[in-house]
């Protein structure tokens, strides 16, 4: 049984695990072990309980390590300047979609190896990648103290950024006036108004930061309904 990494032969067909599979957790009388392969793994033998902890360590360890690995990757190819012309050439080597490896490039330099290892995912550290690095800290540390799941964390940070809006401390706030126009029957200007009024605030009950500021009807807009006189 051979033990060790494997150097990827790039450019051959199939994944390279598929191609040369790798023993893990093999003992030392090498009465068993795991065979890694390229979307399984299979017992060979009888592995022990220190090489099922072994071969599970590792497969973690890769789980957690190989997306920093390609953004990194990316990362340096992107810095290259006179690779730009080859480098999508370059990354086709990989099973991976264009964007998802642009996308962990970017993940890897919007962040540093603190925040890196603060993340309990790379899921969490991307919702925190266009922050400052300060406030990708807290939130990470938010996140991996509390166990907080992706989801959960991506509602803590839309809660935080709409407390910042209505406390006034972020330049997002506006004021904005919109014009609604109905038409309603009415004995006049006057009792349409007031209906039209009544109507508008109900329908924005639900939103805080809405106020019903005028109402006004347009007499050339209206019309007078005329019912038709029923046939004897």
Known sequence: MQRGLIVPDVGNEGLLFDRRPMMVGVDEQERGGF??????????????IAGFQEALALACEFYESSPYWIGALVAYGESREEWSEKLDQAMSVTKLARKTLLNLGYLYRHSTEETRTLAPTPGHLDLVAKLPVEEQREWLDKARREELPIRDLRLEILAAKRRTVLNGQADTMHTVDVSVRL?????????????????????????????????????????RLVKKKKMA
């Not at 329908?203 to 005028?214: P, T, Y």
């Open 183 to 223: 038409s309603l029957e009415a004995g006049s200007p006057h009792l349409a108004e007031t209906q039209a009024w009544e109507l508008v605030k109900r329908a924005i009950a639900g939103i805080s930061q809405a106020h019903v500021i005028a109402a006004h009807a347009q007499p050339h807009v209206g019309m």
């Open 35 to 48: 065979r890694f392969k390229g979307r399984s793994v299979e017992p060979v033998g009888r592995p022990t």
